[in-house]
């Protein structure tokens, strides 16, 4: 069995491998050695991170953890961990594993998966969960021709506010799923909710109280029934295996437009019976959800951080429903013979506790679930513990043995990324 090298940045940035020390990851805080066969190469489109203020933690011959302070290769003390933000598809099985020193700053809300060189070549803690190449950086054109397509179909759509919102979704934050749209393939985003009966610990959108920056800002009006019907249209006339999706990044929650989106999905459906038009949400309302699905909603998928009530309150501060309204949700999805997938934010130590496993397993038992998407929560992992109240694990399955184990359990159960476009 052979151990990765560890890898940490010295007072310039400069990734370095260290000369005697192996590669170790974090779950939930316990730290772990790695083997390389617990590892893939580094996913082309994955960003590499310098942790401030964090001591990069290795393994010595003896097995024994070390936390480094001193660069071997210089003497210096002001060395960093470093840990890789993967690319879509892609579910960390373990995190970087640090000390982190008195005030340091927050992390930002990204993901943190353990990284180190092997063979010469940087590898991490993962596993591909979804062959489809949606958001593969190779599949994505070169800038310039997105950019002409983007320009074109903003021209075209002038007047339709939404449209130029995801141009600009796409040119400037590069969304992959706005892009997708602009080059006409795959999921197209119709975000819609400038607000949200939640106030997520890690939200992306909006942190009014929270530590964190947010990574995008949130559209800022309602896009009319009309505009929304517009770019649907299009993507379904003209994209190669479209589906359109409500509930973006870039948004607060749909469901707390119900009457948009009703008005909206019953518009398309009348003209396009059989495309997929999903609903990403946080399944708080199901009684919209059951409007939604009567008027020709194909399917959901309800993002949770956990299914243990407490540990959900602790994340999502939800307003006026807690998380029995998110599997209702499900339920009724199910119900009216809707596809319905739990998005999974999942944290290495946290996501693969026994207690949890238990509860997705009852979850898939109670509600017939067709899809988990195991997406990489994306928050700094010492305030998440604490917010949740939870120490290192003194047990844990792992997130690959996690799914392995659900895939015996449940044959029918799928495992992805992506929402799935739906037969016809
Ligand atoms: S449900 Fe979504 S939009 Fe609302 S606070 Fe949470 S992450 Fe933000």
């Known amino acids: 069995m052979s151990t990765p090298q560890l890898l940490y940045a010295d007072g310039q940035g400069n990734i370095l491998d260290h000369p005697g020390l192996g590669m170790a990851g974090s779950a939930g805080g316990r730290w772990e050695p790695v083997e390389e066969s617990q590892c893939i190469p580094l996913p082309p489109g994955s960003e590499l991170f310098l942790l401030p203020g964090r001591l990069p933690v290795g393994v010595d011959d003896s097995g024994q953890f070390e936390v480094m302070e001193i660069d071997p290769a210089n003497g210096a003390s002001n060395v960093s961990a470093v840990a890789a933000f993967l690319a879509p598809a892609h579910t960390a099985t373990l995190w970087s594993a640090f000390q982190t020193r008195p005030n340091a700053p927050v992390l930002p809300l990204f993901a943190y998966a353990a990284v180190g060189l092997a063979k010469e070549r940087m590898v991490v803690t993962a596993i591909r969960v979804d062959p489809l190449p949606r958001q593969d950086p190779d599949k994505f054109p070169p800038a310039q021709r997105l950019q002409e397509s983007g320009r074109r179909l903003l021209r075209k759509f002038r007047h339709n506010r939404l449209m130029q919102h995801l141009g600009h979704c796409a040119m400037g934050y590069g969304c992959p799923a706005a892009r997708n749209l602009m080059l006409g393939r795959w999921e197209a985003p119709l975000p819609t909710a ?218 029918k159960l799928k495992h992805g990324y992506y929402n799935p476009k739906l037969p016809a």
Not at 296 to 316: D, F, K, T
Not at 371 to 400: C, F, H, K, M, S
Request: hydrophobic content about 40%; overall charge negative.
């Open 194 to 411: 400038g607000a949200c009966n939640a106030s997520c610990l890690g939200c992306i959108s909006s942190q009014p109280e929270g530590p964190f920056p947010v990574t995008q800002e949130r559209i800022a009006f309602t896009p009319s029934a009309d505009e929304v019907v517009e770019v649907a249209m299009h993507h379904f006339t003209n994209a190669l295996d479209p589906l359109v999706s409500f509930g973006q990044g870039c948004e607060g929650e749909p469901l707390t437009q119900g009457d948009l989106l009703e008005e909206s999905i019953r518009r398309i459906r009348a003209r396009v019976p059989q495309g997929t038009i999903n609903l990403n949400s946080n399944g708080s309302l199901p009684g919209v959800v059951a409007k939604l699905m009567d008027a020709g909603l194909s399917s959901i998928r309800v993002s949770v951080n956990s299914l243990i009530p407490e540990r959900h309150q602790a994340y999502y501060q939800p307003r006026g429903w807690s998380l029995a309204d998110a599997v209702e949700s499900i339920r009724v999805v199910k119900a009216a013979g809707g596809h319905a997938s739990l998005n999974l934010l999942t944290m290495p130590g946290v996501t693969d506790r026994p207690e949890e496993a238990e509860a997705i397993s009852t979850l898939v038992q109670h509600t017939g679930l067709d899809l988990i998407q195991w997406r990489n929560l994306n928050i700094d992992p010492e305030i998440y513990l604490r917010v949740l109240g939870l120490t290192p694990p003194q047990e844990r399955i792992g997130v690959a043995e996690l799914i392995d184990g659900l895939r015996r359990r449940f044959p």
